[in-house]
Each structure stands twice: as C-alpha cells, then as structure tokens.
C-alpha cells in the first residue's frame, strides 16, 4: 500500500507530469491528482479509447495485446498504461 | 396570325362578381356574335355563381360541343418561311441520361457540450455521497490484485516518462531557415465563409466593421440605400457575427431605425456607435444588451441617413463624429447624446448656409493625424478641414476636385499619410495633399460603378475596391498599375461595402442582399516585399512631381489665354470677322509652339543658372 503511494509520488515528481488517474475498468476513479471534473472527463473517454485501440492490435494480429497507449497533442500527452481490471493515466507535458 | 394574351381573372370565393375568363387580342374580328371594342377582348366567357351555391356539390350535365374558336390555316404565312434543306440534326446511339443536381435543405447545427456524468458506481454506491464513494475507494485500494497491477502499471509509465524527458522525440533539431519567399505564387483569394441576412426580407450590408481586439467577431449593418425601398416587413436589425459560426448570429442590435453604418469603438470593444437612416446617431454596449444604450435627439441629428460614423482619438475615448448628405458633420459625445458638441456645415462658400452645402457620403480620420479630417461628398469633391480652426470659414482648409459622382469610400495611406484613396464612380483615385487640382494616379474607368475602397494595412502598395457587378478587385501598383493583379468575382449582386481586417489577411464584403463574404488572401498579397516601403514611396514622389509640373503648366497657360483673350477683346473690334485659313492657323500655332517651348527652356535655363550659384 506504502509502495503504490511511493510509486505514484515518483512518478508525479518527474518533470512534466501534469497529473495522475487510476480508473478501474467499471470507469470508476480510483486515485486521482487532478479535480473531480477534468477527471470524470478523462475517465470517461480514455475508457473507450483504449478498448478501441485494443479491440484493434488484437483484430490485426489476435494474438497481439495492447500495452501501452500515448496521445500527444500540442498541449500535453496523455500516457495511458492498460490493465485487465486497471487503467493508469499519466498527463505530462513533453520537455520544450 | 393574331397574337393572343391569355389572362383569366380568378374571384376569391367572397366575392360575388362573375369570373370571367377573356381572350385579349389585337385584332377584333366579331366571333361569337360579340362585337367588341378594338385592342380589348375578344371573346368572353362569364362563369357566374350564386353566393349561396358555394359549397354545393357541383351538378355536371351534358351539353352539345361548342365551337369558341376556328383558326383556319393561312397558307400565305409560309411566305415568311424558308425551307431549310439540308437539316443538320444530331443523333446519339447511347443512352440517354440526364443530370440533376440536389440541393439538400441548409442544416442548421448546434455546438452543445454534454454533462459527462459518472457511472459505473455499484448500486449500493450513491456517487453523490463523499463517504461512500471514499470508502469505496479505500477499500479498492487495499485489494492485492490492485497493488501488483499498480506496481507493474508504474514502472512502466515511468519509463516511458523518462523517455519523454530524455528525447523529446518531436523536437525540431534544425533551425528552419528563413525561406525567402522569392516564388511568386499567383496572388488569389479564398471564401472562407458567407454570412447571409437570416431575414425573409434582404437588405443590403452597407458597412461591417472588424472587432478591435482579435478580430474574431464582424459587424455587419444593414439597410436599404434605394430610395423609398423599405417595406414595413423589413426587420431593422443588424447583426454581430462571429466568424466562425456562419449560421447564426451572435448578436443582434436592434435600432429604431435600419443602421446605415457601424462602428467598434477602437479603445472599448463593446460599444459599438450606429448612424442611422432616419439621421440619428446610436451605441451599444454588447454587454447591456440589443437596445441601444442612448440615442441622439431627432432634433439635434442628422435630417438624412448618416453615411459615415468614425471614432475620434480622445482621452474618454467617448467622442465621434458623424457625417450624411444634409451637408453636415456634427461631432458627439456618446454619454450626452442630446446635443451633438459641434457642427461643421460644408458648404464650400464658406458661409456655412446649409442650402448650399455639399452633401457628404464618407469619411476620413487618421489617429495619427488628429487635427485634419477629410470629407468625401456626393459631388465628387473632397474636403479637407481642420478640427481646430476657430471659425467655421476656417474650417475648409481646401477641396480636392476631379471625380464625377459620389465619393463612397475615402482612406489615407497607413503607411503614407499624405496620399489617401478615393473610390467614386468608375474609377480609384490616389492623391497627394499638396495637390489639389487632380489625382496623382487613377485606375482606367471600368464597366461597373465602384462602391467601396481600401487600403491594405500591411502593405503599402496595394488596395482593395469592389463593384457594382460583385467583383472584389485586389491592386498592387509596384506590380501592375493598369489593371487589378487580382480579380475575384464573389457573388452575382453588386457589393455595396469592403473592410479588411487589421492583420491585412482576412476581408469581408458585403453585398446587395445581405450576404457577408469573408475572404482570405494569399500570404504574398499581404506580407511586405522587400522593398516595398522604399518603392512606393519613389513611386508616390514621382507621381507627385509629375503633377506638380502639369499643374503648373496648366496655370500659366491659364494665364497666357487670360492676356490673350484680354488682347484679342481689343484686337476684335480693329480686325473683322476674318476667319483664319487653315494654313495660316498651322502656322500660328507652329509660332506660339516654339515661343512656349523656347520660353520653358529659358526657365529651365535660368533655374540652372540659379541652382549653379547656390551650390
């Protein structure tokens, strides 16, 4: 319990990171650093997003899985890393 | 053969007269044993039916064929024929296909946002409750499944995080040269949206005017400039729009009268002051409202439709002022709108009689020239005046004469102050202050009338104008001054007005039916050339100076003629009716050449000499 929380405040002191959710597969936020809004929204929608993005490694090659999933945008990248019954979502904001 | 007009009277069912159903024609023979006047019917038919029959069913009974009308051939007709012979038809052994095309009903779309709402709660779990949804959490998060996943999850991300901070992987390593846009990529313009009047009844977009700051937003005032062509269904209103929503307005600005022309405050972007048909002066404040804040009494305004509002430079940033055909420019202060501050009646005499004035239709205001102001008039004349002259006569500093109809649009040179555009009848015009007597440079005079007019605020050589036959026409002098470099035809109806806006890329027009055109052009007609300041500038100076020459030239021959016709007054009554002979009058001339010319080469001589002495 002591090391999820070191795990997650090291990743959160790296530079960059904007914020950190963990979403369980029901769409529920477990742990979150950013507001209760931002992170309704993005649970919500990287949900459908990565059930896509694995519905389609696995319709090219069905014995391939989806491991991670990045978004980059001109403002941020959001860093998805996919679990069976969890999702973990890193907002960082790539070095200038 | 007669020619025959068909025209059946219809009766609404209320009324009781007959319908009747006549064959109108130019002759009259008397068929039917009706003899009827010339040029008027020829045969009538009366259908008649009693009011309180409306509604039977109808009783349909037979009765023998009526012959109405007999046309017998006239074989002498064919005389006016030619058999053609041979006959060039087409025939096409495919099949035969016709094209259609579709039009589908506008769309009308709206953005809304949805209100995500979370799920996924367990049912004995109300979201709403902070308690529970903790206590949920908590006992999620002492799960062993959780905690070996999160584990793994982690380290993963955290590598991928450092990637991210070790290479940033999209970073541009080479600096991108500046590329010299040498290539000269043919200037065009591109319709990124129209903004049609959403009313049933269209009018004319008469003015639009870009927001100040960002220039996200257009006002577009409409009216109707015909005279007398309001009809009492025309909406009044004027529109904001933004511009990248085409289908609805932003805002509407209701005024008591249709507004002629709209202005944003450049200090404040809500307000915005109208000038109206009905003379009165308007301002809004976008934040109080589609009513106009205050209006200017109808005593005290303007007794025809304000052409032309513009916003002074002052410390309130309150100040305006106003100009319309009544002959008058009238100054205001929007937080006392009773009673305009000043009046300048422009009357050329100076005597500021208002029967005489000239009426004025656009005008002109440089901030960076606060004391001068330009009037451009229905008579074809600019007047120049001076805002701090003590007396009215003052006032009219000089006129600037040379155009044959109204001047619709007036701007000085952004980057040139002393040369400013016209745009009148069928021609533009650029003048130069000093020079009074006619334009430094004039476009040819073209097929349509010219409505609207402006100089480009980036680069100093090229203008816009637009025409009655809906042409945009963009001009570059330092690249082609006989004709526009760029020719745009935005819609089928005359363009009434033409703004651009502050970053010289993007420019609405405004047309005869309401419909707001924004245009972007190509980045070579709007980023400054290399150049350019330095040759426009040669260019305007040589221009002026040119004219300068020939007004000179002109004034003395002026005075040459006014000596000679005084001397000839005397010379006519010693010499008789003699006409000259052709030759003799050669040779006059021939004489009168070579003095001029000797004359001006002993000037120029003697202005040599003088040059010589000074250096």
Known sequence: MAEVEETLKRIQGQKGVQGIIIVN??????KTTLDNSSTVQYAGLIHQLVMKARTTVRDIDPQNDLTFLRVRSKKNEIMIAPDKDYFLIVIQNPSD | MTTWLATQVWASMKCNSPVQSSLWSTD????????LPTLTMEIVHVYTKKRNEFGRQCNFSD???ELHVDILPDPSLASNFIERDPCDIPIQCTQEMSEHEVNTERFESDTRGINHVEGGWPKDVNPQEMEQTIRFRKKVEKDEHYFSTIMQLGSNMEHCIKQNNAINIYQEYFEEEEVVEESEEQPSAKTINVFRDPNEIKRTATCLSWHPDGSCKLAVAYSSLGFQNISPDMSYDSYIWDIENPNKPEMTLKPVSLLVCLEYNPKDSHILVGGSYNGQIAYWDTRKGSQPVEMSTIEHSHRDPVYKVIWLQSKTGTDTFSASTDGQVLWWDIRKMSEPTERLVLDPNKKGNLDNALGAISLEFETT??????????????VSCNRKAKTPAEKIVCT???HHGPIYALQRNPFFPKNFLTVADWTARIWSEDIKESSIMW???HMAYLSDGCWSPVRPSVFFTVKMDGTLDVWDFLFKQNDPTLSLKVCDEALYSLRVQDNGRFLACGSQLGTATLLEISPGLCTLQRNEKALATAMFERETKREKILEARHR???????SRSEQSKDEDTKEGDGEESVEELATRTEAEFYEIVEAELKKRAKEQEKKVRRD
């Open chain 2, 443 to 445: 476009t040819k005079y």
């Open chain 2, 556 to 562: 003395e021959m002026r005075l040459k003629e006014r």
């Open chain 2, 63 to 65: 009765r023998p064929a």
């Open chain 2, 400 to 402: 600037y004469s040379g």
């Open chain 2, 28 to 35: 009259s023979p008397s068929v039917g044993g009706h003899t």
């Open chain 1, 25 to 30: 597969a029901e769409g529920i936020p477990i």
């Open chain 2, 369 to 382: 020239m606060p004391t001068k102001f330009m009037v451009g008039t229905e008579q074809g004349l600019v």
